[in-house]
């Protein structure tokens, strides 16, 4: 193995991660932190929707089961 190879391989290891560390800051610095109000109409929102998912796996499994029960004669 040659040591020219894995230092380029390696290299290019750190200015990915020093471009990620670079976006991470920028990112930071673009974003604010919600106020009140935008943080109750999220949690809302994704309540919301944890709901509706939960809710639509309940009847399709409750639909499996009556016809399972159905379909065996039980």
Known sequence: MDGQ???TGWQAYVVLFKSFIVECKRVLTVTKKPTGEEFKTVV??????MLFIGLIGFLVMLIVTLLKGTVMGG
């Open 44 to 49: 809302k929102v994704a309540g919301a929707g």
């Open 5 to 7: 190879t894995t230092s």
